[in-house]
Structures are given as C-alpha cells and as structure tokens.
C-alpha cells in the first residue's frame, strides 16, 4: 500500500505541475492520493477481517480519547521538536541559511525511517510483554536497544567523515556548506534510534502522559537554544540545538524506563558499537584518498571484523536473525 500510494503521488505530481497547476495542484493530488489509499486499506480490511459497522458508544468513546489524547498531543510536540529550528532560521538568518541546513536534513529525514519502521515492527511485542510483566519487556527493549546502536553508530560515524563528499555527490559545488551543517547533525542519529524506540516502549507500559511532559521538555529546551545559537552560528547552530535537544529528551525517556520497565545495561550495550565505530572511522581517514565506493566498503569490512573481535553478536542475537 505504501508503494503504491507513493508511486501514484510521484506520478500524479509530476503530471499535474507538467501541466502547470502549481502547489495548488500538489495539494490536490495529496488529498487523492490520501482518499485512494484509504478506499484500499478499508477493501483490505473488508476483505481480510469484517464490514465495520457505524456504532455509537460514548463510554468507549470517553476511554479511547482519555487513552488516545496524550499520545496526539505528543505528536504535536514531536513536530515541533522536529521543525521549529526552520521556523526561527528564516526570520534570524534568511532563505540562504535555510538552504543549506534543509538540504543537510534530508539525510536525517531518511534515516530516521529506519528506527520508526523497527520499532513499529516490534512494537506489538513489546505490548505483548508489558501485558504479561516480568523480565521479558526488559529483555527484548534491550535486545532491540543493541541491534539499533548496532545499525546507528557506524552510520553516525561513516556519513560524519564522507558528510562533504555526499553534499558534493547529491548537490553540487553551490551546496557546499551543508556538508557542514550534515557533519553536525548527523550525531543526533544514535540518540534518535534510542529515543524512537524508547517512547514506544513507555507506550508499552502506559507512560504516555510522562511522554507529553519529557516532550514538553525537550521541545522547550530546543526553542531556547535556537533562540542562543541561530543568531551566533546560523544553521551550524541549529544543527547543534538539534543534537543537544535529543539528548535532552533522552534523560526523561531514561528515568522512566528505570522506573517502570528496569534498569537498561546501557554502557554494555553500546561499548562495542561505539569502539568498532570510532577504529572503522580511523580506518576510513587514513583511507580518505580511496574513491566514496570503496571508502564505505572498506569501513564496512573493518566495522563487521571489528565487531565480531569484540564478540558482538551474543545467542539471543544469533536466535533473533534465525
């Protein structure tokens, strides 16, 4: 269903501004394409499940939205977290700045996929545990914590040094100083992969009242060091509040889950990834002559031998990929 819905906006976008219609007719091709999707996903739901019937139960009603509200207004915070340093960098710093720091964000925006689309696929489990109690809710958050620091911090590290190369690859000469601004940003990607399984996992355990006031918190933090940094730095200095505020968010996200799930081995979890991370990084700077395709393969090969020096992958893991 996603491939489809996305092939029908690519191509019904490029029709419609071939045609001249403009954003106008980009707005018009969203709500389409957002009615076409939802006509497929109710003939899947009809085919694979029951016709759903109009029903009025205000008591249910009541209890989904007391449920269901923290968890909306935690996805407002989360965009605003997310969005308002581009808010503050056009008034303080102009359309230039802004340029440049969104062309640096689009690799953000891509690899940020990854965790969401992780945690949405373990996401039921963890539910599944939290309902039962016990250890196993703790066990598998760690089990899943470790396989994303495992995919984060060679990424985090690899785009950091090839950051310049990939602006120039993608953009141009004219783009060069997103290489910057991607340099710096790209260190809020381990943290991300935490935080992003995390808020699920407090879902889990009905923490998402504490979720809306830890992202109070972060977004907070995140205005006031733009409203600091823009001004000084431009957009290197939102990439920093970006950084910053996800650590932020990720104190709270911490305290809650010693609280109510237990206490997370966080330095044996991420010891190995971050020491095989930083020797594929001095690898790959000596190497830095090398051509971008044998660079990233060459620091694969060296994070992989790395890894398995320092006996990684332990038999939960090894059981998880049979």
């Not at 509200?69 to 802004?98: C, E, H, T, W």
Request: with cysteine; net charge positive.
């Amino acid at each position: 269903v996603s491939l489809v819905s996305n092939l029908l906006k690519l191509a019904l976008g490029v029709l419609v501004l071939m045609l001249g219609f403009g954003i106008i007719g980009l707005g018009i091709v969203s709500v389409v394409v957002s009615g076409s999707t939802a006509a497929l996903l109710y003939y899947l739901f009809r085919r694979n499940f029951f016709k759903p019937l109009l029903e009025v139960d205000f008591q249910f009603q009541k209890q989904m939205l007391m449920t269901s509200y923290p968890l909306m207004a935690n996805n407002f915070l989360s965009s605003i977290f997310f969005r308002i340093d581009v808010m503050l960098l056009k008034p303080m710093q102009g359309d230039l700045a802004i340029g440049f720091y969104t062309t640096a964000y689009k690799f953000i925006d891509g690899l940020v996929i990854i965790p969401s689309l992780f945690t949405l696929a373990v996401f039921p489990v963890l539910a599944r545990y939290a309902h039962a109690g016990g250890d196993a809710l703790l066990r598998a958050y760690t089990l899943s914590l470790r396989a994303l620091l495992l995919l984060g911090m060679p990424l985090t590290v690899g785009l950091c040094l090839l950051s310049e190369r990939i602006i120039l690859l993608f953009f141009g000469q004219d783009y060069a100083p997103a290489g910057l601004a991607l340099l710096i940003l790209i260190w809020f990607l381990p943290f991300s992969f935490v935080n992003s399984l995390t808020q699920y996992v407090l879902i889990a355990v009905n923490q998402q009242r504490f979720l809306t006031l830890a992202f109070v918190i972060g977004a907070t933090f995140n205005i006031a060091a733009n409203l600091v940094l823009i001004p000084i730095y431009s957009f290197q200095g939102a990439a920093v509040a970006t950084v910053l505020s996800e650590i932020v968010l990720l104190l709270p996200f911490m305290y809650a889950v010693r609280k109510h799930v237990g206490r997370v081995p966080l330095l044996e979890i991420a010891w190995r990834p971050v020491v095989s991370s930083g020797v594929m990084g001095v690898v790959m700077l000596w190497l830095q002559t090398l051509n971008m395709a044998a660079l990233v393969a060459t620091g694969a090969a060296v994070y992989v031998g790395m890894l398995l020096a320092l006996r990684a992958f332990n038999h939960e893991d090894r059981a998880l990929v049979n």
